[in-house]
T-cell receptor, first 114, second 118 residues
Framework: AQKVTQAQTEISVVEKEDVTLDCVYETRDTTYYLFWYKQPPSGELVFLIRRNSFDEQNEISGRYSWNFQKSTSSFNFTITASQVVDSAVYFCALRQGGSEKLVFGKGTKLTVNP | GAVVSQHPSWVICKSGTSVKIECRSL??????MFWYRQFPKQSLMLMAT?????????EQGVEKDKFLINHASLTLSTLTVTSAHPEDSSFYIC??????????????FGPGTRLTVL
């Protein structure tokens, strides 16, 4: 069975602070894909990143970075120098190889205060 | 590219009426579309997978007769909430899987439809 756990329900930081959103996943497949999505108050899901299970390289995109560690089944997301516009709900998701279904975590609501 | 639209963006209806929500892939063909439901402050739950030209596959616990899905073309899927009740009030989000080109085989999400049943 697949499962995604985002233990942090809500996080509140002050602008310019760094913040890490945790994601732990469970799957029995050796081939799978991990995702992060941002959902601002408007509701639309914004795709941030996709990672496949064979690529453990960390990735950096501007102020965003992702740390994928298969040994701990984690795919954590760090925002450096947070900004008010980063305020949103962030979802981690998992898709097994060969399946079309995305399984979402419960999301972490990030509030960045000025 | 890879834009998905939903219409309407919000709808308010009376209990007992039916509501149709459209999901369109604007610049790509989608053999498969997905319908999700999201309650306030909760995660997205997959309701059904819609394949063009065939019957939708519903997730366990989702009433097929309540949530009618039609995927008549490669760019359009519709979700009809029949005999809506207040407990059906929710945020409905569709996604479409790209057959080719940019983002091949990944899901692109629509902006969502907020349904309020009075």
């Amino acid at each position: 069975a697949q499962k995604v756990t985002q233990a942090q329900t809500e996080i509140s930081v002050v602008e310019k602070e760094d913040v890490t959103l945790d994601c732990v996943y469970e799957t029995r497949d050796t081939t799978y894909y991990l995702f992060w999505y941002k959902q601002p108050p408007s509701g639309e899901l914004v795709f941030l990143i996709r990672r496949n299970s064979f690529d453990e390289q960390n990735e950096i995109s501007g102020r965003y970075s992702w740390n994928f560690q298969k040994s701990t089944s984690s795919f954590n997301f760090t925002i450096t120098a947070s900004q008010v516009v980063d305020s949103a709900v962030y979802f981690c998701a998992l898709r097994q190889g060969g399946s079309e279904k995305l399984v979402f975590g419960k999301g972490t609501k990030l509030t960045v205060n000025p | 590219g890879a834009v998905v639209s939903q219409h309407p963006s919000w709808v308010i209806c009376k209990s007992g009426t039916s509501v149709k929500i459209e999901c369109r892939s604007l610049d790509f063909q989608a053999t498969t579309m997905f319908w999700y439901r999201q309650f306030p402050k909760q995660s997205l739950m997959l309701m059904a997978t819609s394949n063009e030209g065939s019957k939708a596959t519903y997730e366990q616990g989702v009433e097929k007769d309540k949530f009618l899905i039609n995927h008549a073309s490669l760019t359009l899927s519709t979700l009809t909430v029949t005999s809506a009740h207040p407990e059906d009030s929710s945020f409905y989000i569709c996604s479409a899987r790209n057959r080719g080109g940019r983002g091949y085989n990944e899901q692109f999400f629509g902006p969502g439809t907020r349904l309020t049943v009075l």
